[in-house]
């Protein structure tokens, strides 16, 4: 029995390090070579998401990237072809649900300042829906929130609200006042939204607005809700005021920052300093430190702990990481550029950021770094070989049988890795890959060319085709076939449909792969096992 | 949420992630936990309720084993416990192997989750303790080694497949249900290597310690026991 209880000890503490490698440890940056990055990048599952910025002119847009967590490599990116202008609303996730409106899948919503709002579809960043907004110069340059199955969107010059589902709208309401970065925050059945004339509005879900004060500055972050009232920070010329409600509570430095909440704590951030808050029985600052920090405010786990960073907007660049219990940390400096953009943190420390330049960074805390050197590898050839000294010490047992099954295991584990993704790989090649297959269709459609047309009050769908170049072909083979009637339109950039079966709505447009194409019928090209699906526009 | 048997695709994903369904709420995962718990318990003890030692092996016996799981969860399907479900069916019989089983799967996934798929694990460890009682693994207090190796490999991998059905619910065509067990098959491998290994190496202590310290009340009926609970 000591024997076992010794053996058993020293195989956890060995696996324990073992265990212990096998932590996140990630380290890449891409030069995006895109503009600027502006707005926090996210992490959502292992994909990092991160949309860039500028000034685009000739054949230059913004993209939205995802990249692989681990290794950087790109799974895919959205262009927007008509945002010129910088793009500084974040990125918002969204989980899979449904609501009154409809149901909608994982998706990544964004903003731009074109007034276009997009979801993406996570798994391969393809279009949703999207859905346009008035745009004054500007778009949509503030951070925009969920009402339950509803996008709230601070528009430019007044608020929106979005169905998840399909991007209908519910309301839009014109304040007929400006906004720029002007967030909005979702508060029990109202909508808070502040503007570039320093008006703070209180909207209800059906629309309604109500101004609830004037500050006679520039509101440029998502009001805060405290439990003592409402708290914003105004711009005014060349100094900053905090309001609660409509008390001025303090004075500060120049070019606010977007500030954080974190219960009773708010964070601000000047051009002179960062800024601790606290609001529980009153609002008052609790910590100041010397920083020019503007952009965004975030909460991040840096060595183990809890802490808040607030980007370095001069030349000096990185971002200070402050608990305000010691002095602020500089990190990244060596990066040296403005930053703007917060940094975002996992729970257990990975930090994704970007700069001005452009460039994405991803980083493992250095607690992960410090303590584990080692490769995963090397762990286990460390433990593997010490299970074999030890075993044949402590069991009885047939040592040249053991010995050689505990040789057979170790390797496996070694290769197991690799081996499983090359098997997987190969595996997925069996399936069908289209992203648009319906799993109550006949396995004999699988490999084929299939098309689908949806009608108002039901689908119709064909399978089993070969040989079909483009969607034209397939389409006008089908229709023919099957005594469907289609009217087309000749149109410069080809041949359009504009109505199945006397259907005709606002038009048809169709999605290849459950993508949609930028080529019209007529050019685009199809695969031998495409999808092709025709849905009203 | 953790993942210990089939992985989707990634490298990522085959070390630590994974998707097995939609998790309980909190307060329906307690009452699981507490009420499976203690009939396990007590279906594990009875009728030796009165022997501190019997039930002070056993007790510690399934924390080692729930425990062995939390601390190999890094190394991909290394499950010590398939063939500690199987020893304690041979050496104790269905009902305290199964008891077992059920009691080392809730415990263990406390920490590493739990879910839809902890309904398959326990019963599919269950039955594997009940396969245990059955196949005459421990005769006259002699391990049979080769028959251990060969129903262990055997019942990983079957223990793999039917965890994998809790993934099968959630809206998956066969096709990709088949795709899903095809990707598996790696740690299909890895399990039935790893309870080889722990077999060749641990079964002998393992049947030494609960026969040493399995009291008579503990070791009757404990070849061919019939009586048989639900998971």
């Known amino acids: 029995m000591k024997k076992i209880a010794l053996y058993l000890a020293i195989v956890i503490l060995l696996t324990s390090a073992v265990s212990a490698s096998f932590s996140k440890d990630i380290s890449w940056e891409k030069d995006l070579e895109n503009g600027y990055i502006t707005t926090s990048p996210i992490i959502v599952d292992e994909q990092v998401i991160v949309r860039t910025s500028g000034f685009w002119s000739g054949n230059d847009r913004p993209n939205i990237y995802s990249f692989d967590l681990e290794t950087g490599e790109e799974n895919w990116r959205f262009r927007s072809n008509t945002s010129v202008n910088h793009d500084m609303s974040p990125l918002l996730h969204v989980s899979s649900s449904s609501g009154s409106c409809g149901s909608w899948s994982e998706m990544i919503l964004a903003g731009w300042s074109d007034g276009k709002i997009t979801a993406l579809r996570i798994s391969d960043g393809s279009l949703i829906w999207e859905a346009q907004t008035e745009v004054e110069i500007w778009g949509i340059t503030g951070s925009m929130a969920i009402d339950g199955d509803h996008l709230i969107v601070p528009t430019r010059s007044g608020i929106g609200s979005f169905c998840l589902a399909d991007g209908t709208v519910k309301f839009h309401t014109n304040l007929d006042e400006l906004g720029w970065r002007n967030g909005v925050t979702v508060d029990a059945e109202r909508y808070l939204l502040g503007n570039e004339n320093g008006s703070l509005y209180s909207i209800t879900n059906e629309g309604v607005a109500t101004k609830l004060h004037d500050y006679g500055g520039k509101i440029r972050h998502a009001p805060l809700v405290t439990n003592l009232g409402i708290l914003v920070h105004v711009q005014v010329a060349s100094a900053s005021e905090i309001y609660l409600n409509d008390s001025l509570i303090s004075t500060e430095g120049s070019s606010p920052a977007i500030p954080l909440q974190q219960g009773d704590d708010i964070y601000f951030g000047t051009s002179s300093h960062a800024i601790k808050m606290s609001c529980s029985n009153v609002c008052e600052i609790v910590g100041k430190q010397n920083f020019h920090t503007n952009g965004e405010i975030t909460s991040i786990t840096y060595k183990g702990e809890k802490a808040v960073s607030f980007p370095r907007n001069n030349q000096d660049g990185g971002w200070g990481v402050s608990t305000f219990e010691s002095d602020i940390t500089i990190l990244f400096s060596e990066i040296g550029t403005y930053t703007t953009a917060g940094i975002f943190s996992t729970e257990d420390g990975i930090l994704v950021f970007g700069n001005d330049n452009g460039i994405l960074f991803v980083h493992g805390s250095e607690s992960v770094e410090n303590i584990e050197e080692e490769s995963t590898a090397l762990a286990v050839v460390i433990v593997s070989s010490l299970t074999i000294i030890v075993l044949p010490q402590v069991f009885k047992s047939d040592k040249k049988v053991g010995k050689e099954i505990t040789l057979i295991f170790i390797v496996l584990i070694l290769v197991f890795p690799q081996f499983a993704e090359n098997w997987s790989k190969e595996v997925q090649k069996l399936g069908p890959e289209s992203t648009d297959w319906e799993e109550d269709w006949p396995d004999e459609w699988l490999g084929t060319q299939v098309l689908v047309i949806e009608f108002e009050n039901e689908q119709i769908e064909f399978g089993g085709f070969t040989g079909f170049n483009t969607v034209e072909e397939l389409t006008v083979y089908v229709t023919s076939q099957n005594n469907i009637s289609v009217v087309t339109e000749e149109h410069e950039l080809g041949r359009w449909i504009t109505s199945f079966n006397g259907e005709y709505g606002n038009g048809w447009e169709f999605n290849i792969d459950g993508k949609r194409s930028s080529l019209g019928m007529t050019s685009a090209s199809i695969e031998e096992d495409s999808v092709v699906r025709w849905m009203p526009a | ?231």
């Open chain 2, 1 to 231: 949420m953790k993942f210990n048997t089939h992985a989707l695709s990634g490298l990522n994903m085959v070390l630590t992630d994974g998707v097995h369904g939609p998790s309980l709420a909190p307060t329906e995962m307690l009452l699981l936990n507490v009420g499976i718990i203690t009939v396990c318990y007590a279906l594990l003890c009875k009728p030796s309720l009165g022997d501190k030692k019997g039930i002070i092996t056993l007790t510690i016996f399934t924390l080692v084993a729930a425990a062995s799981r939390v601390v190999l969860e890094p190394f991909p399907n290394v499950q010590p416990l398939t063939v500690m479900c199987l020893l304690m069916g041979a050496c104790l019989g269905a009902r305290r192997g199964m008891a077992f089983a059920v009691m080392a799967t809730m415990l263990s996934n406390i920490i590493l989750s739990h879910g839809y798929w902890t309904i398959f694990q326990a019963s599919g460890w269950a039955f594997i303790a009940f396969i245990g009682s059955k196949i005459n693994i421990v005769y006259n207090n002699e391990l049979a080694m080769k028959k251990l190796i060969i129903s262990s490999a055997f019942l990983s991998v079957l223990f793999d497949w039917w965890v994998s059905l809790s993934v099968y619910h959630f809206g998956m065509s066969s096709t990709e249900f088949l795709i899903y067990l095809l990707n598996g098959i790696p740690f299909d491998i890895m399990h039935a290597m790893a309870s080889i290994f722990t077999a060749v190496w641990f079964a002998p202590a393992i049947v030494k310690l609960l026969q040493d310290y399995s009291t008579p009340d503990l070791q009757e009926n404990s070849v061919g026991e019939a009586d048989v609970i639900i998971a």
